[in-house]
């Protein structure tokens, strides 16, 4: 990241891609029941594709009818925020293949639901920007 306060510092794919993967919730955003809605979910990242679980209801019912989604993970603390922001198409898995190899990797709810269905977004961009925080400059 940038040490200059204040500025926003463009991230590469390399660095949205680590802080994805340093990760496990973010927000999905779909639209839903015609209007735009935003899940939080818990996701997984591998080979370049994001993996999420979901049960069935109104997020996999919209995602089969509107696979375009935008997901984003962000983070502030005292010195520094960094917001990472995906858009892709969003599928759920259908082949047993496929859902074995999900299966196969380090993700579990957060709530104790039975969530059996695996989606899958395949990015068509993916941005990022991270910069120090600092006191307010002087107004005048």
Request: charged share 25%; net charge negative.
């Amino acid at each position: 990241m940038d040490d200059t306060i204040g500025i926003a510092h463009t991230l590469s794919d390399e660095e949205c891609w680590q802080l994805l993967g340093e990760n496990a919730f973010g927000r999905l955003v779909l639209h839903a029941a015609g209007e735009i809605d935003v899940f939080p979910v818990n996701y997984v990242v591998t080979e370049g594709t994001l993996y999420l679980r979901t049960a069935p209801g109104t997020k996999l019912l919209e995602l089969t009818i509107h696979p375009d989604v935008v997901f984003e993970i962000d983070h502030v603390d005292d010195t520094s925020a960094y917001s990472v922001v995906l858009k892709g198409s969003a599928e759920e898995l259908q082949s047993q293949d496929e859902i074995d190899l999900a299966d196969s990797l380090p993700l579990v709810p957060f709530l104790p639901t039975l969530k059996y269905r695996w989606v899958r977004i395949r990015p068509t961009t993916l941005t990022g920007r991270a910069f120090q925080r600092g006191p307010e400059p002087e107004r005048y």
